[in-house]
């Protein structure tokens, strides 16, 4: 089975590596991929990390104080949730407490890094080979075996780390207690909003068709990062023949990502198969200039007519220059 283990930041590159060569170790079947390690030199790495995700059957996203924001960490472990079920998923917490993780990956079940968790861990492992050599016994044994000394050597990468960074404070209990608050109000919503419009719609009959069938269909060809950046971007419209995307500025990565001439290449396969004709393609980062301008035309009681008369929308909005 194939493990693919995420990482971002020195610490979790670090212990990344530790845990690469010690589930080799207790469970010698595996094949953990990390790609600082796994990715030959001259080979395309957007596509290298693909193709094994593609492959993957298991996921470890190797969660630190200090990447556990990063757009980076937050985007393979999306890919990832997106490849294979999310119970096959867990962000390793090795200077944290699941108290500490918000947003996205929270919803996964993280696991500690402490003894019991990391044998609950590799049982786990264990049980989705499907190969009855490696039952429980047999791995306590091996973990029993490999464990001390991968500790300690995780535990020396943790304590190096600190001493040449600043510590990063833990999440107030104000701020926790605000998000299990704000996570209640959300399900309750959720549960009491109908999931069909007064007209009988599926509510994700508003998706935009075009950009659900784009997903759709990179989703058939296992191109789930591709996928994760489609859904990164702010805008996404088919304007006559040419298809265009922009990004938020701080999501300059997905934007770069995409630009890629590899994936290029695949997302205008996937326009001629779904709009039978050949499309352009345009990615930008968004104008922070241009969207106050959008709210503005947006609020102006003249433009709301208009657009309630014709039934139109604000397709762009620009600052004319006076002439002296």
């Known amino acids: 089975m194939k493990i693919f283990v995420s990482w971002s930041g020195e610490l979790s590159q670090v212990v ?35 193709n094994k995700l593609d492959q993957t059957g298991f996921g470890i996203v190797c969660l630190t104080r200090e990447n556990m924001k990063k757009p980076w960490i937050l985007f393979e472990a999306g890919a990832i949730s997106r490849t294979i079920d999310r119970s096959r998923v867990t962000p390793l917490l090795i200077d944290l407490s699941p108290a500490d993780l918000d947003g996205p990956l929270s919803q996964f079940q993280a696991t500690n890094f402490e003894e019991a968790d990391m044998l609950s861990l590799v049982k786990d492992l264990g049980s989705h080979l499907g190969d009855p050599r490696f039952d429980d016994a047999l791995i306590e044994q091996s973990f029993s075996k490999w464990w001390p000394d991968f500790a300690k050597a995780v535990e020396q990468a943790v304590e190096s780390v600190k001493q040449h960074k600043p510590r990063v404070e833990s999440r107030p209990d104000r701020e926790i207690l605000e998000e299990v608050l704000q996570t209640t109000r959300n399900l309750v919503q959720m549960i009491s909003t109908p999931l069909h419009t007064s007209e009988g719609s599926t509510a994700s009959a508003d998706l935009d068709p075009i950009l659900q069938g784009i997903k759709d269909e990179l989703e058939k060809r296992r191109k789930m990062l591709l996928v994760t950046v489609l859904e990164g971007a702010c805008k996404a419209s088919l304007e006559g023949d040419q298809f265009y995307l922009e990004f938020a500025p701080e999501d300059r990565h997905l934007r770069d990502t995409l630009a890629k001439a590899d994936n290029v290449r695949v997302l205008r396969e996937v326009l001629r198969e779904l709009t039978g004709r050949d499309i352009g393609i345009r990615i930008d980062l968004a104008d922070r200039d241009n969207r106050g301008l959008r709210k503005l035309a947006a609020e102006d009681p003249m433009v709301q007519k208009l657009l309630r008369t014709f039934r139109g929308e604000i397709t762009d909005v620009r600052r004319i220059k006076e002439e002296d």
């Open 16 to 50: 990344a590596i530790l845990l690469r060569k010690w589930l080799r170790n207790v469970i010698q079947v595996v094949e953990p991929y990390v790609s600082s390690e796994d990715i030959e030199k001259g080979s395309r790495w957007f596509a290298d990390i693909d």
